[in-house]
């Protein structure tokens, strides 16, 4: 418990920035997805003037922060850094959600774990999660049956069910932390910024249309972008990959693969790992497959899905959803994943310009953080002594290399 303890100082509330006596300052936000979007919302709520830019707009298409849907959960195992992380996100989620009166982007579907006799990884995950109060079960194959008869398991599986965790319903919900931001007197401007240059502290960086946005501190959060924005730092140690995402139709009046029936759901039972979500606003059932995909660039890469690939995930869902082996597939996307080679976030002040910081590497897994990585971003950006800076989110800690094929439950 001791190092729960002390992770808990990682986190900053939102009412312990507020207290803080920084003064207001000129701040800067490049990049409009999950990371960039709230650490703008929380330093405009504390008095700062922010400003935000992104060159596609807020959850565009090629955005890691683009999409429908993300799954929040938990379970991280023994990573109590990213399970208590989480539990504040989803309070902050809620929170705001409430806050503006659309609790519909959060659906408590409950998360369902699926693995085998044996994994380890299942007593890890219970242990933490009972240790930080979070409600969970243990199921054994028979009550997979009896609970879900829609999904097809075999003798030897086992389950690690959390009832409050479910999804986030991704574009809407950072658009909508954009939007209020605006409402409460942030700005925001669409175009690119060029890398800075020189070194020392800036007074401003520059756009591809010629504007100049002055500003005491710069934070890029550009997601995938950043290996292009800052180059001679992160050129090397962001990975952007290509992730597949397919949309099933379910049966004319079949309710089975909705909410409630339906939980959201990850499969590790196999050698090839599986994760998707129920059909939420009648998007269709979604599947994706969770090793990391080959290199991608998100301004060119090609968004088509290949022959191979749905023929991979018709049948593992005629495997495991027997009742969806002739649904219709009705949507597929091509997004990425930015990773890093440890599937640790990358959160740092540029080493050669001191009022520069950089806040990224969400790596498949960071999507549901983002208010409480908004958090201590802007605890850093106004210069708050505390919390330290989390080692394992430093550049220092970052490899040039990806050799991870999925970091271990982090989907």
Known sequence: MNDSIARRQLLLSSVALAQSN???KKFAVVGAGVFGAW?????????HEVTLIDQYGPSNSRASSGGESRIIRARYGTDKLYTQSVLRSLKLWTEFFTRIERPS????????????????????HTRT??????????????????????????????????????????????????AQFL????????????????TGAI????????????ADAFLFACGPWLQQVLPDLLGNRIFPTRQVIYFFGTPAGDRRFRPPLMPTWGDSSSDSPWYGLPDLENRGFKVAYGWLGASFDPDTGIRQVTTDEIAEVRAFVTRRFPALAQAPLVETRVCQYENTANA??????????ENIWFAGGGSGHGFKHGPAVGEYTAARLIGLEQPAIEARFSLASKATELKRRIMEGRK
């Open 344 to 353: 640790d976030f990358v959160i740092d002040r540029h080493p050669a310009h």
């Open 183 to 198: 409402k409460d007197g942030g700005i925001y401007r669409q175009d690119k910024i060029l890398t800075p240059a020189g």
């Open 39 to 47: 650490t703008a919302y929380h330093l405009r709520r504390l008095g």
């Open 105 to 124: 982007l959060f659906h408590r579907t409950g998360v369902l774990w699926m693995t085998r006799q044996g994994d380890h990884r299942l007593g890890d």
């Open 203 to 214: 007074k401003e960086i520059r756009t591809a249309a010629g504007e100049r946005i002055a």
């Open 22 to 24: 920084a003064k207001a």
């Open 129 to 178: 999660l009972q240790e930080f109060g979070v409600s969970v079960e243990n199921l054994a194959a028979r009550d997979l049956r009896r609970r879900y008869p829609q999904i097809a398991v075999e003798d030897d599986t086992v389950a690690l069910f959390e009832p409050n965790a479910g999804a986030l319903m991704a574009r809407q919900a950072v658009q909508a932390v954009i």
